[in-house]
């Protein structure tokens, strides 16, 4: 079992920036990469962005690229991101989730899955 939690959510003016974290606790080496998922109400759930739990490229959505950065602490079984440029249109809960095969922008690969947190973007 892995055990993920989301933070860092939170109410920002639109071109405002905010950082999510995901820690993730338990097996976490049970995993060869994590990402980054949000879902709006009454939308699928959508991907954002997703890294290597070793060393490796990363992978982001047309949607947020050179606007989001994802990284990742492995000394603290923690990975975050960043989100720059804040649009209303990212407003979603967000998600980190695991991943071990399979497309990066399923998330029916994905196994395991935090609670969430909600990001809201005004304009």
């Known amino acids: 079992q892995v055990q993920l939690v989301e933070s860092g959510g939170g109410l920002v003016q639109a071109g405002g920036s905010l950082r999510l974290s995901c820690a993730a606790s338990g097996r976490t080496f049970s995993f060869t990469s994590m990402g980054w998922f ?3 109400p009454g939308k699928d759930r959508e991907f954002v962005a997703a890294i290597r739990w070793s060393v490796g490229p990363t ?3 047309d949607s947020v690229k050179g606007r989001f950065t994802i990284s990742r602490d492995n000394a603290k079984n923690s990975m975050y991101l960043q ?3 804040l649009k ?3 407003t979603a809960v967000y998600y980190c989730a695991t991943r071990n ?3 990066y922008t399923d998330p029916a690969n994905y196994d395991y899955w935090g609670q969430g947190t909600q990001v809201t973007v005004s304009s």
Do not use: V
Request: aromatic fraction near 14%; glycine fraction near 6%; charge should be negative.
């Open 59 to 61: 992978y982001y959505a």
């Open 83 to 85: 989100m720059n440029n």
């Open 101 to 103: 095969d399979g497309s």
């Open 38 to 40: 949000r879902q709006a």
């Open 88 to 90: 209303p249109e990212d």
